[in-house]
C-alpha cells in the first residue's frame, strides 16, 4: 500500500509538474519575457519547486536532514543522468555537437557550487557556526551570492534560448488569457507541493520497514520523484529539437537546487544542516561533479562522431550507474 501511495505521488507530480512548466513558459513568453533571461530564470525556478517542498519537508517538519540533502544531491545525480539519456534523442549527432557552448558556464558554476557542499559535508565541522544566521555554516552562505553571479553571467549567453518556443506557441498564447495561465498554474503548484510534502513520511515508512539508509532513499525515491518535472521539461524540448532548452533547464535547475541546500540550512535551526547528514552523502555530488565535468569536455571538443550514443554521454550514464550501485551497497 505504501508502494501505491509513493507511486500515486510521483504520478501527480510528473502530471502537474508539465503543466506547471507549460504554463510558466507560456506566461514568461506573454509577458514578453522569452527573449530574456527571464523566461529561463522561472522555468529553473518552477520546476524546482518540488525539491524545494519536499527538501523543507523532510528537514523541518519530519527533522531528516540526511534525506533532505540526500534527495537534493540525488536530484542533481538525476539530472545528470538525463543529459546523457537525451543524447539517444539526437539522432545522427552528439547532443553536446548540436547545444550552444554556452552551457559550459552553467555546468561550471555547479562544479564550484556543488564542491562547495561536498567540502562542508565532509570538513564542515572544522569550521565555526554562524549562530546569527540560524547556526548556518559559513560555507552554505557562500552558496547565495555565487548563485546569483552565475546568473547574472550564465544569462548573458542565453538570452535567446526561448525565442523558438516563443515562435511554436505564439498560437497559443493568443488563445490562453491571464487568468486561465495563473489558474492553472497556482493549482498545478498546489498539487505538487501537496504531493511533495507528502513524500518524506512515505519514503520514511519504506525505509523502516526495508532497513536501507536515509541517504539511499534519498538519494533515489525522492530525488526522481521531485525530478520528474523537469525530466518532464527537458524530454518535451528534445522531442521537438530544442535541445538548448532542454540542457538549460536541467543546468539551470541544478543550481537552484544547490541554493535549496542553503535555504533549507537556514530553516533548519538545531544545527548546521550538513554536519548533522552522513559523509556517503558526499557521492552523489562528487558523480554530479564529474559529470558537469563531462558536458564542459562534450562541449569544448565538440565531435561529429556519433554511433548509437556519444561516448561522454555514455560516460555520463556509466557514472550515474556505478553511483547507485555504490549507494545501493553502503545502504544495506
Not at 503543466?19 to 522569452?34: D, F, H, Q, R, V
Not at 559550459?104 to 558554476?109: G, K, R, T, V
Not at 503548484?189 to 504531493?195: D, K, S, W
Not at 541546500?261 to 550538513?274: H, M, N, R, S
Request: aromatic share 8%.
Amino acid at each position: 500500500m505504501i508502494w501505491l501511495q509513493l507511486a500515486a505521488c510521483a504520478v501527480a507530480i510528473l502530471i502537474a509538474g508539465s503543466m506547471l512548466s507549460k504554463n510558466a513558459e507560456l506566461i514568461a513568453e506573454k509577458s514578453g519575457l522569452s527573449k530574456s533571461v527571464a523566461g529561463l530564470v522561472l522555468l529553473a525556478v518552477v520546476t524546482s519547486l518540488s525539491q524545494l517542498v519536499a527538501s523543507l519537508s523532510c528537514a523541518v517538519v519530519y527533522d531528516l536532514p540526511d534525506m533532505s540533502v540526500s534527495a537534493l544531491l540525488g536530484s542533481l545525480m538525476f539530472n545528470m543522468m538525463l543529459i546523457g539519456l537525451l543524447d539517444l534523442v539526437s539522432r545522427q549527432k552528439p547532443m553536446s555537437y548540436i547545444v550552444h557552448e554556452g552551457h559550459i558556464l552553467s555546468a561550471s558554476f555547479g562544479i564550484a557550487l556543488t564542491g562547495l557542499v561536498v567540502v562542508d559535508i565532509l570538513f564542515g565541522s572544522h569550521l565555526p557556526v554562524l549562530t546569527f544566521m540560524h547556526s548556518m555554516d559559513p560555507i552554505t552562505i557562500m552558496i547565495i551570492p555565487l548563485y546569483l553571479v552565475a546568473m547574472r553571467i550564465t544569462f548573458q549567453f542565453e538570452k535567446t534560448r526561448l525565442e523558438t518556443a516563443a515562435v511554436e506557441h505564439s498560437d497559443e498564447l493568443a488563445r490562453n488569457s491571464w487568468f486561465k495561465l495563473i489558474s492553472i498554474f497556482a493549482v498545478a503548484a498546489a498539487v505538487i507541493i501537496g504531493a511533495s510534502y507528502l513524500l518524506p513520511e512515505l519514503v520514511n515508512e519504506i525505509a523502516r520497514q526495508s532497513g536501507w539508509s536515509y541517504s539511499f532513499m534519498g538519494s533515489f525515491f525522492i530525488a526522481i520523484a521531485t525530478c520528474l518535472p523537469e525530466f518532464s521539461v527537458a524530454t518535451s524540448a528534445a522531442r521537438r529539437g530544442a535541445f538548448d532548452i532542454a540542457v538549460a533547464s536541467l543546468l539551470g535547475s541544478n543550481l537552484c537546487y544547490l541554493v535549496i541546500v542553503a535555504i533549507t540550512d537556514f530553516c533548519y535551526i538545531k544545527e548546521p544542516l550538513l554536519r548533522h547528514v552522513s559523509p556517503i552523502n558526499a557521492l552523489p555530488g562528487i558523480s554530479a561533479i564529474i559529470s558537469s565535468a563531462i558536458i564542459i569536455i562534450g562541449l569544448t571538443y565538440k565531435t561529429e562522431k556519433k554511433l548509437v550514443i556519444a561516448a561522454d554521454a555514455l560516460v555520463m550514464l556509466i557514472i550515474y550507474g556505478c553511483t547507485a550501485l555504490l549507494l545501493f551497497v553502503a545502504a544495506k
